[in-house]
């Protein structure tokens, strides 16, 4: 018998629904399938019994709360419990959850009527799950595992509390928000309308993953100006701006990319090109772990474009350059306990925390620059973002419990 009985039917319906982001919209939240989806899961929070449900339409977050039930209305520090709605660039129509129970850990899974498999040759994580009931797609969409799984495992454990009244609690705070995988979701949100004291995404990978470190992170736009004449009479006239554009990355150390580096080690990351002789334009994401390396970073790209445009005595190369997240270990190491927390929790269950810096961000790179602490948990998905992704639900299980020991350790009751 499992713990959480409503646990991964919630999860397939929730992953059933689409609710792809869109970067190119200019709309809080970038798609009417989100909205459609808040607007539903403000009905079950309300029935399920979470007090104070809104749907902010600033943010498109949706809020919640679990008031605390301890003795004496003792107080403990709210803890805040966050997840994203939409899923990533990836084909999300028609999501056809497959079930592989009691999986041997060895087998190829044929996903759906697709050419494609699960096979441990080529993903070898799936060894890992040996008598696991797993969840995985058709071969034709993703799953949305990340974070459907984070949705689930925090209403699960909400609706846990509320069934179970002789466990006693502090005030909990749940905020579900859109737009997390094109990187704004984040930007409305509104720590002090949310009232949490620390807070945690759900929205990791698999069992132990404890993340609160993340990439500096910033976008470097690049408009290349030529000045286009016939070929033939261009000698000396002619200025290509795809020349330019190509003159520009040779100054980059070439080592310096994602395909090249691990661990902390930052990069600049050509990630989009296009143009002509007229005109050209490059898009750049710069990264680094480290604050001073990344203002280095940028530094770089600002000294070129200045010598570029010396050389060529006008403006050729147009440089707009923006932050876009902050490592938040700089945020947290002033204060670990909300870490400490949640490696307390983990190792009270059993699970090894695994602690890494994350080679990206998180919706708490921003929040917790926000003010308010923000770690990230295990949501237990696996090759997110793909066809390829699944998750177990013995995991989404354990994701489910650590909620309620983090909550456990905060209100004193263990
Ligand atoms: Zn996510």
Excluded: W
């Excluded at 399938?33 to 979470?50: C, M, P, T, Y």
């Excluded at 445009?309 to 350059?321: F, H, P, Q």
């Excluded at 992704?389 to 909620?403: C, D, G, H, L, P």
């Amino acid at each position: 018998m499992t713990k959480y009985p409503n646990l991964t039917s919630r999860f397939i319906k929730y992953v059933k629904k689409e609710t792809r982001s869109d970067e190119n919209s200019t709309t809080i939240p970038s798609t009417e399938s989100q909205v459609e989806f808040a607007a539903a899961l403000v009905e079950e929070l309300k029935v399920i019994g979470l007090q104070d449900v809104r749907l902010s339409s600033t943010s498109g977050y949706v809020f919640a709360t679990l008031p605390g039930n301890l003795p004496e209305n003792k107080e403990v520090k709210k803890i805040g419990l966050i997840a994203h709605m939409d899923t990533a660039d990836f084909n999300a129509r028609n999501i056809n959850p497959q079930f592989v129970r009691d999986y041997d850990g060895k087998s190829d899974i044929t996903l759906g009527d697709s050419q494609y498999k699960l096979s441990p040759s080529e993903f070898p994580s799936l060894k890992k799950y040996a008598g696991h009931d797993l969840v995985t797609t058709d071969g034709k969409t993703l799953l949305g595992a990340d974070d459907k799984a984070g949705i689930a495992e925090i209403i699960t454990a909400v609706e846990y509390l509320i069934e179970h009244p002789e466990i006693k609690h502090g005030e909990l705070r749940i905020g579900i928000g859109p737009d997390e995988e094109i990187g704004t979701g984040a930007d409305n949100f509104d720590v002090a309308d949310f009232g949490a004291d620390i807070a945690y995404t759900v929205d990791g990978g698999p069992l132990g993953e404890l993340e609160y470190e993340t990439f500096n992170a910033a976008q470097a736009k690049i408009e290349l100006i030529g000045k286009n004449v016939h070929p033939a009479t261009a000698k000396g006239v002619m200025i290509n701006a795809l020349q330019i554009a190509f003159d520009f990355h040779a100054q980059l150390p070439k080592r310096e990319v994602p395909e090249k580096t691990a661990g902390r080690e930052g990069f600049f990351h050509l990630v989009e090109m296009a143009g002509s002789v007229d005109k050209a334009k490059m898009v750049y994401i710069i990264r680094d772990h480290n604050r001073q390396k990344f203002e280095a970073r940028k530094c770089l790209f600002q000294e070129i474009v200045a010598e570029m445009n010396a050389s060529y005595g006008t403006k050729r190369v147009i440089l707009d350059l923006k932050d876009q997240y902050y490592n938040m270990r700089e945020v947290i190491e002033k204060d670990m306990t909300v870490v400490d927390i949640a490696e307390k929790a983990m190792k009270n269950l059993e699970i090894e925390p695994v602690i890494y810096p994350v080679r990206g961000g998180t919706d708490g790179s921003k929040i917790s620059f926000m003010g308010l602490p923000t770690p990230n948990l295990f949501a237990g998905g696996e090759n997110m973002h793909s066809r390829f992704e699944y998750i177990s639900v013995q995991v989404m299980e354990q994701a489910t419990s650590v909620i309620l020991e983090i909550v456990a350790e905060v209100a004193g009751t263990n």
